[in-house]
């Protein structure tokens, strides 16, 4: 089994950045794309960002040019990195890593 557990959520105005961290534990060897979802109250969870075990990255049309996935598979972990945010991207984000593994999330908060 693998668990992930995110960071690095919080409250930031309008125009700032976060940058998401998520590590992996478990049987991590099995892992090939880890992603980044968001979930707004009354809205469907949606992919922000993926990245396979090789740095093969795609990010949501969106959020491209703002929102950067990265990963380092030697520590488990994967980051999200996000700039310019806007009070629309305020959503409780969660790390991925398969069919059924998510982390608990991390709430991000963008104030105008």
């Known amino acids: 089994q693998v668990q992930l557990v995110e960071s690095g959520g919080g409250l930031v105005q309008a125009g700032g950045s976060l940058r998401l961290s998520c590590v992996a534990s478990?049987?991590?060897?099995?892992?090939?794309?880890m992603g980044w979802y968001r979930q707004a109250p009354g809205k469907q969870r949606e992919l922000v960002a993926s990245?396979?075990?090789?740095?093969?990255?795609n990010i949501t049309d969106s959020l491209k040019g703002r929102f950067t996935i990265s990963r380092d598979n030697s520590k488990n972990m994967v980051y999200l990195e996000m700039n310019s945010l806007k009070p629309e991207d305020s959503a409780v984000y969660y790390c991925?890593?398969?069919?059924?593994?998510w982390g608990k999330g991390t709430l991000v908060t963008v104030s105008s």
């Open positions: 991925n890593a398969g069919v059924g593994v």
């Open positions: 478990g049987i991590t060897y099995s892992i090939d794309v």
């Open positions: 990245i396979t075990n090789g740095g093969s990255a």
